[in-house]
């Protein structure tokens, strides 16, 4: 099936370090989405970006949408401790919505 | 609060113990699905529902089973629990919105282990 393959797979930085995830996929998508999930929770949405757009912001999070070479990705600005979590992207194709493995971000104090 | 409802949150079972995690959320979605989540293997979707009565396999439906009676409740079925069903597991809901274009909301999870 479809999914978004996330890259780095683990990614530790220093607090106020910038952290960039990648997220690639096969087929042709109508939207793309972001999530965090702190340890053992829920995923929370993050931010949607459609596959007619390119960029979109959110406050320190600034994600792109490079549909020719079917990829993603998510830049957090300015880091810190809690945002240490792991970043999941997941592809919107129809009916489903599937997520990668996920990035799992430390960002250490 | 919006919120999606799991329980239990935590089970330990035993092998063909059926066993089921319910799944209740308040916003009045059409959009329900459940998923599991294994090391290594991300989110992998089990079922999922457009609405009342309306329900479709996901990527790994094999072993479950679930029902849409009511808008706002998406239980999951194990009739015969194995142990490679241990996993943790999300129900999660959502608007239909536009061509497919939704925001998930997530439950707390429900680990389950399977002796």
């Known amino acids: 099936s479809q999914q978004g393959e996330e890259d780095p797979q683990a990614l530790s930085i220093q607090e106020g370090e910038n952290a960039t995830m990648n997220c690639s996929y096969k087929t042709s998508i109508n939207n793309l989405q972001w999530y965090r999930q702190n340890s053992g929770r829920g995923l929370v949405h993050l931010i949607l970006?459609?596959?007619?757009?390119r960029e979109k912001h959110s406050g320190r999070l600034r994600v792109t949408l490079d549909t020719s070479k079917k990829s993603s990705s998510l830049l957090i600005t300015a880091s810190r401790a809690a945002d240490t979590a792991s970043y999941f992207c997941a592809k919107d194709a129809g009916n489903m919505l599937t997520f990668g493995g996920g990035t799992r971000l430390m960002v250490k104090p | 609060e919006a919120q999606v409802t799991q329980n239990p949150r935590y089970l330990i079972t035993v092998t063909g113990k059926k066993l089921t995690v319910t799944c209740s959320q308040n916003m009045n979605h059409e959009y329900m699905s459940w998923y599991r989540q294994d090391p290594g293997l991300g989110l992998r979707q089990i079922y999922y529902?457009?609405?009342?009565?309306?329900?479709d396999k996901g990527d790994v439906p094999e072993g479950y089973k679930v029902s849409r009676k009511e808008k706002r409740n998406f239980p999951l079925i194990l009739e015969s629990p194995s142990p490679n069903q241990t996993s943790l597991y999300f129900c999660a809901s959502s608007y239909l919105i536009g061509q497919g274009t939704r925001e998930l909301f997530f439950g707390e999870g429900s680990r389950l282990t399977v002796l």
């Open positions: 970006i459609r596959s007619n757009e």
């Open positions: 529902s457009m609405n009342v009565e309306v329900t």
